[in-house]
């Protein structure tokens, strides 16, 4: 291995498609050099080269090294593993979590281009993201998750040996479903790890249940002291964290019960950032690794035959299929990342008279902070609001279409040229709204002196109506919270559109 | 700093538990997917690992979602010829124009289709089912012994003699004997040389320790080299053995009244019974035996694959079974089943000589004797004469009819399901 891998040299790391450790360090040598050279902050990397087998594994436990059992990623570990065989499917050739130091994996059946692609990609693309992103920085805490997971393991598989899989299997079920409404949008979130989780949790476990016993206190009251408690609300505000609420005042969990609402509660805010921040992560780790290699091809550090192969594959994952191909499957994220990147450096780099008018302030500015900044304290949602030019909009012939159900035919409401431009942006940031995409069900009232029943209501956007699972997510509320479980569906102006109900 | 770790010898498989977990969620479903892959495969296909599809729902993940309608807006890419106020008809669940409503797996399909290994597989086909009181016989029977070493024994016959410890007997007891005399004689050459030293070489004093030498060393010669005491013997103990041997006799009518349909009944029925019993039992003999007017013993190939007809006389194939039996199958160390399978269609006068034939000879040697009639209009002659037989020994003897091929399985579990001690 040479050691004089100095700046400006002109032979090429490597010829040919097999790569081994040494130039796997070869190539993250000269990655980390470029990177560095461009601001990239990063955590130090932690790279393992696994099998096809092991990435499969990897797949089906949505991305945790470290996961607890369940029957669901057996189901996928089995979906992917066919449609794998089969060769329906490529792996993707890289998973990257996001801990300190940050781990990343590289398949053993990949040529050395792909490697180099994907340390670019993984090790210093979404690496700086999670790094630098406020998301991640809110609600993740990369050195203490592996930790984290470690303790949700064996917590769970302890309560597995002492009440039973099966009992532990209903409540993650029900956890599961409602793993999307177990995140505090509006609280910074505590930080978590392993040693003090685990003395926590006991203290918790014992101080949580005479909380709850409080509350559901059987004593009879004076007449008159009932009638102000009918007065009192409970909760007092509408609650958004359904799990937060049904581990803290579900009345019938039993203290082990509570704290795996709890683990599944904080893998969700874990994964939350990442829901929020698709079409940037992705954008951002395609646009570094396109850049970060050309530089390196430009110093003439890599053959025409990797670019050619690194080309075609990059070329792959940024297409856009039209509307109107088979292959259209809604908007790819990579796609749109990257270009949303790339437009911005053209706008730093080469504004036009246009660019000038909607982004005078990027106009002419170093392009690296301008990325740097807008990495660090956007979301898909208000990046998109932010920063997708009129150029990019007509690059890739953007449409807005309504669809109504009171109308017969849908309608084109705006399309790429002047009327439009705002209306498509404003519309296309929308949509990565998780608020708008998921159904808004919050903890409306509980009958506290009454039959303890939970309300939950729905506040409908736009009059959509919920979809067809609803009464069997009623079933696993119900199954958390213990007694009858209402929902009703509220619409703009208040009114109860639809309700639901299941008693237990 | 980068650091690059080796994974790919640590542990695949990770997901094992997590499929195992899923399977057992599913047990119902996916017995219920194994028992219709069973009626509408060819039972040869069976010995592979199975596909096995259950529906989608019942395995769905619920989370509260959008259902369709309301107002929603969508940017979809790649604007070919629309301009804004365009009308458009709603697609018919076309590619693109659909959106985002559907199902909230991300995956319209019905079915979730999966692969069960060989090994599996056979575990939900052959749930619960075991050959008949085999555990009584093999726990009464003349077990058959094994010998086994344990170790070694100073008593023994002389073709167990154990050299090699026999002589590592030999030299300790030889250290022990003689180490008295040899430390002595060290001591006395020691002295008649410090004696030469000194020029007193002839003095009597060294003459004495000469004679003394002398002495010693005829003693240490004198230890046996081997003795009696030193052989050792490779012990060998006889271990009983449980039995668990079995043999299954498949008797087929293959005469000229089983047509291609009734011959392929019964060939599945076989061919399940077949793959049951080479799952279950690892030491078990098949024969085989077909019959049209005369019995004769083949092979499995011969029996599944080759093409008989003739007329029909039963009891030739029990008497060639009896035959055997009374040759290679001693009833003391076989347990012995019997199944035929059969149009029912005999000659008239061979049914009772039948009757007779298990009556006398086979039923008091055999476990269990199962008697299949296949696709018959009604019960024929035989069937009437295995209806005595039935009565008189009803746990032995076991007799159903199968109609169409949809009943081989049921009549199968039929037949051989576990017997709850009562």
Same mark, same amino acid.
């Given at each position: 291995m040479r050691e004089d891998t100095a700046v400006g040299q002109r032979r090429p790391i490597s010829e040919g498609s097999d790569w081994n450790f040494d130039l796997l360090r070869a190539y993250d040598r000269e990655i980390a050099r470029v990177a560095a050279q461009y601001g990239l902050d990063t955590y130090p990397n932690q790279i393992e080269v696994i099998t096809s087998e092991q990435m499969i594994d990897a797949y089906s436990s949505v991305g945790m090294p470290v996961g607890y059992h369940h029957w669901s990623f057996g189901k996928q570990f089995m979906a992917i593993q066919k449609s794998y065989k089969r060769g329906q499917m490529g792996l993707a050739y890289e998973i990257v979590i996001n801990s300190n130091p940050c781990i990343a994996y590289l398949m053993e059946e990949n040529t050395m281009t792909m490697q180099a692609l994907v340390i670019a990609h993984a090790c210093y693309g979404h690496n700086s993201f999670f790094k630098g992103n406020y998301l991640f920085r809110t609600w993740t805490d990369a050195e203490a998750i592996l930790d984290y997971l470690v303790f949700a393991r064996n917590y769970i598989a302890e309560c597995e040996e002492r009440y039973g899989e099966e009992a532990v299997e209903e409540i993650l079920d029900s956890c599961h479903a409602l793993m999307n409404y177990g995140?505090?949008? !509006?609280k910074r979130p505590a930080r978590l790890s392993m040693a003090k989780e685990q003395a926590r949790q006991r203290e918790r476990e014992e101080y949580l249940q005479s909380q709850v016993n409080l509350l559901w206190r059987t004593l009879p009251v004076k007449e008159a002291a009932r009638r102000e408690q009918r007065e009192e609300r409970f909760p007092p505000e509408p609650q958004e964290n359904l799990l937060y609420f049904i581990e803290k005042?579900?009345?019938?969990?039993a203290p082990w019960q509570r704290e795996i609402v709890r683990i599944v509660r904080k893998i969700a805010q874990y994964f939350y950032p990442q829901r929020q921040t698709q079409v940037m992560n992705e954008g951002w780790a395609t646009f570094w690794h396109y850049t970060l290699l050309n530089h390196l091809y430009e110093e003439g550090r890599l053959t025409d035959g990797f670019m050619i192969e690194f080309l075609q594959s990059h070329t792959n994952v940024v297409y856009q299929p039209p509307y109107?191909?088979?292959? !259209?499957?809604?908007?790819n994220p990579y796609a749109l990342g990257f270009n949303m990147f790339r437009d911005l450096r053209r706008i730093c780099e080469n504004p036009t008279e246009e660019d000038r008018r909607w982004f005078p302030e990027l106009a002419g500015a170093d392009w690296r902070k301008v990325l740097d900044f807008a990495m660090r304290n956007f979301k898909d949602e208000s990046f998109i609001a932010q920063y997708l030019s009129p150029h990019l909009i007509r690059e890739m012939r953007l449409f807005a279409v309504v669809d109504d159900d009171r109308e017969d035919q849908l309608e084109v409401a705006a399309i790429h040229d002047d009327a439009g431009y705002q209306q498509v942006r404003r519309w296309l940031a929308d949509q990565y709204n998780l608020g708008q995409r998921e159904p808004n069900i919050q903890?409306?009232?509980?009958d506290l002196y009454g039959d303890r029943s939970l309300t939950l209501r729905h506040f409908m956007h736009q009059r959509r109506p919920l979809g067809e699972s609803t009464p069997e997510m009623l079933k696993h509320v119900a199954r958390l919270w213990g007694y009858d479980v209402y929902l009703e569906s509220v619409d703009e102006t208040g009114e109860v559109q639809y309700a639901e109900e299941c008693r237990v | 700093m980068s650091q690059f770790v080796d994974r790919r010898l640590s542990g695949k498989n990770r997901s094992a538990v997590n499929r195992q977990r899923f399977l057992r969620r599913f047990k119902t479903q996916i017995r219920q997917a194994v028992r219709e892959a069973v009626s509408g495969r060819r039972v040869a296909d069976l010995e592979r690992g199975e596909k096995i599809s259950i529906p989608a729902k019942d395995l769905s993940e619920p989370v509260f979602h959008h259902g369709p309608g309301g107002r929603r807006v969508i940017v979809h890419p790649g604007n070919r010829e629309f301009v804004t106020g365009d009308r458009i008809d709603r697609p018919?669940?076309?590619?693109?124009?659909?959106?985002?409503?559907?199902s909230p797996d991300g995956e319209g399909l019905d079915e979730f289709v999966f692969e069960l290994s060989r090994e599996e597989f056979m575990n939900y086909f052959f749930e619960d089912l075991a050959l008949p009181d085999l555990v009584k016989k093999q726990l009464t029977a003349v077990p058959e012994v094994k010998r086994v070493r344990a170790g070694f024994v100073s008593q023994g016959n002389p073709a167990n003699l154990h050299v090699v410890r026999s002589m590592k007997q030999a030299i300790g007891r030889r250290l022990a004997m003689s180490a008295g005399a040899r430390e002595r004689l060290r001591e006395a050459e020691a002295a008649l040389e410090a004696l030469e030293a000194r020029g007193l070489g002839a003095s009597p004093e060294a003459e004495a320790l000469r004679e003394e030498i002398e002495a010693l060393r005829a003693r240490v010669a004198a230890v046996p080299f081997l003795d009696t005491w030193d052989l050792r013997y490779a012990h060998r103990i006889d271990q009983p053995q449980p039995t668990s041997q079995a043999v299954m006799f498949c008797i087929m009518d293959v005469s000229g009244s089983m047509d291609e349909q009734r011959k392929n009944i019964a060939k599945r029925f076989f061919m399940l019974l077949y793959l049951f019993l080479t799952r279950s039992y690892e030491k078990i003999d098949l024969v085989f035996i077909r019959h049209h007017t005369v019995a004769m013993e083949v092979d499995e190939e011969d029996f599944f694959h080759s093409r008989e007809t003739g007329g029909t006389v039963a009891s030739s194939a029990l008497t060639l079974m009896y035959d055997i039996i009374r040759e290679r199958y001693p009833s003391a160390a076989w347990n012995i089943y019997c199944a035929q399978a059969s149009d029912g269609d005999n000659w008239e006068g061979d049914s009772p000589r039948c009757r007779e034939l298990l009556l006398g000879s086979i039923l008091p040697v055999v476990q269990y004797y199962a008697y299949v009639e296949i696709e018959s209009e009604h019960p024929q002659s035989l069937w009437h004469e295995y209806e005595y037989v039935k009565s008189l020994y009803p746990q032995q003897f076991a007799m159903q009819r199968i109609?169409?091929?949809?009943d081989i399985y049921p009549v199968f579990r039929e037949l051989f399901r576990k017997k709850v001690p009562a």
């Amino acid at each position: 291995m040479r050691e004089d891998t100095a700046v400006g040299q002109r032979r090429p790391i490597s010829e040919g498609s097999d790569w081994n450790f040494d130039l796997l360090r070869a190539y993250d040598r000269e990655i980390a050099r470029v990177a560095a050279q461009y601001g990239l902050d990063t955590y130090p990397n932690q790279i393992e080269v696994i099998t096809s087998e092991q990435m499969i594994d990897a797949y089906s436990s949505v991305g945790m090294p470290v996961g607890y059992h369940h029957w669901s990623f057996g189901k996928q570990f089995m979906a992917i593993q066919k449609s794998y065989k089969r060769g329906q499917m490529g792996l993707a050739y890289e998973i990257v979590i996001n801990s300190n130091p940050c781990i990343a994996y590289l398949m053993e059946e990949n040529t050395m281009t792909m490697q180099a692609l994907v340390i670019a990609h993984a090790c210093y693309g979404h690496n700086s993201f999670f790094k630098g992103n406020y998301l991640f920085r809110t609600w993740t805490d990369a050195e203490a998750i592996l930790d984290y997971l470690v303790f949700a393991r064996n917590y769970i598989a302890e309560c597995e040996e002492r009440y039973g899989e099966e009992a532990v299997e209903e409540i993650l079920d029900s956890c599961h479903a409602l793993m999307n409404y177990g995140v505090d949008r !509006y609280k910074r979130p505590a930080r978590l790890s392993m040693a003090k989780e685990q003395a926590r949790q006991r203290e918790r476990e014992e101080y949580l249940q005479s909380q709850v016993n409080l509350l559901w206190r059987t004593l009879p009251v004076k007449e008159a002291a009932r009638r102000e408690q009918r007065e009192e609300r409970f909760p007092p505000e509408p609650q958004e964290n359904l799990l937060y609420f049904i581990e803290k005042h579900a009345p019938r969990l039993a203290p082990w019960q509570r704290e795996i609402v709890r683990i599944v509660r904080k893998i969700a805010q874990y994964f939350y950032p990442q829901r929020q921040t698709q079409v940037m992560n992705e954008g951002w780790a395609t646009f570094w690794h396109y850049t970060l290699l050309n530089h390196l091809y430009e110093e003439g550090r890599l053959t025409d035959g990797f670019m050619i192969e690194f080309l075609q594959s990059h070329t792959n994952v940024v297409y856009q299929p039209p509307y109107y191909s088979r292959a !259209y499957n809604g908007i790819n994220p990579y796609a749109l990342g990257f270009n949303m990147f790339r437009d911005l450096r053209r706008i730093c780099e080469n504004p036009t008279e246009e660019d000038r008018r909607w982004f005078p302030e990027l106009a002419g500015a170093d392009w690296r902070k301008v990325l740097d900044f807008a990495m660090r304290n956007f979301k898909d949602e208000s990046f998109i609001a932010q920063y997708l030019s009129p150029h990019l909009i007509r690059e890739m012939r953007l449409f807005a279409v309504v669809d109504d159900d009171r109308e017969d035919q849908l309608e084109v409401a705006a399309i790429h040229d002047d009327a439009g431009y705002q209306q498509v942006r404003r519309w296309l940031a929308d949509q990565y709204n998780l608020g708008q995409r998921e159904p808004n069900i919050q903890v409306w009232e509980v009958d506290l002196y009454g039959d303890r029943s939970l309300t939950l209501r729905h506040f409908m956007h736009q009059r959509r109506p919920l979809g067809e699972s609803t009464p069997e997510m009623l079933k696993h509320v119900a199954r958390l919270w213990g007694y009858d479980v209402y929902l009703e569906s509220v619409d703009e102006t208040g009114e109860v559109q639809y309700a639901e109900e299941c008693r237990v | 700093m980068s650091q690059f770790v080796d994974r790919r010898l640590s542990g695949k498989n990770r997901s094992a538990v997590n499929r195992q977990r899923f399977l057992r969620r599913f047990k119902t479903q996916i017995r219920q997917a194994v028992r219709e892959a069973v009626s509408g495969r060819r039972v040869a296909d069976l010995e592979r690992g199975e596909k096995i599809s259950i529906p989608a729902k019942d395995l769905s993940e619920p989370v509260f979602h959008h259902g369709p309608g309301g107002r929603r807006v969508i940017v979809h890419p790649g604007n070919r010829e629309f301009v804004t106020g365009d009308r458009i008809d709603r697609p018919e669940g076309g590619a693109g124009q659909g959106g985002r409503g559907g199902s909230p797996d991300g995956e319209g399909l019905d079915e979730f289709v999966f692969e069960l290994s060989r090994e599996e597989f056979m575990n939900y086909f052959f749930e619960d089912l075991a050959l008949p009181d085999l555990v009584k016989k093999q726990l009464t029977a003349v077990p058959e012994v094994k010998r086994v070493r344990a170790g070694f024994v100073s008593q023994g016959n002389p073709a167990n003699l154990h050299v090699v410890r026999s002589m590592k007997q030999a030299i300790g007891r030889r250290l022990a004997m003689s180490a008295g005399a040899r430390e002595r004689l060290r001591e006395a050459e020691a002295a008649l040389e410090a004696l030469e030293a000194r020029g007193l070489g002839a003095s009597p004093e060294a003459e004495a320790l000469r004679e003394e030498i002398e002495a010693l060393r005829a003693r240490v010669a004198a230890v046996p080299f081997l003795d009696t005491w030193d052989l050792r013997y490779a012990h060998r103990i006889d271990q009983p053995q449980p039995t668990s041997q079995a043999v299954m006799f498949c008797i087929m009518d293959v005469s000229g009244s089983m047509d291609e349909q009734r011959k392929n009944i019964a060939k599945r029925f076989f061919m399940l019974l077949y793959l049951f019993l080479t799952r279950s039992y690892e030491k078990i003999d098949l024969v085989f035996i077909r019959h049209h007017t005369v019995a004769m013993e083949v092979d499995e190939e011969d029996f599944f694959h080759s093409r008989e007809t003739g007329g029909t006389v039963a009891s030739s194939a029990l008497t060639l079974m009896y035959d055997i039996i009374r040759e290679r199958y001693p009833s003391a160390a076989w347990n012995i089943y019997c199944a035929q399978a059969s149009d029912g269609d005999n000659w008239e006068g061979d049914s009772p000589r039948c009757r007779e034939l298990l009556l006398g000879s086979i039923l008091p040697v055999v476990q269990y004797y199962a008697y299949v009639e296949i696709e018959s209009e009604h019960p024929q002659s035989l069937w009437h004469e295995y209806e005595y037989v039935k009565s008189l020994y009803p746990q032995q003897f076991a007799m159903q009819r199968i109609r169409g091929l949809e009943d081989i399985y049921p009549v199968f579990r039929e037949l051989f399901r576990k017997k709850v001690p009562a």
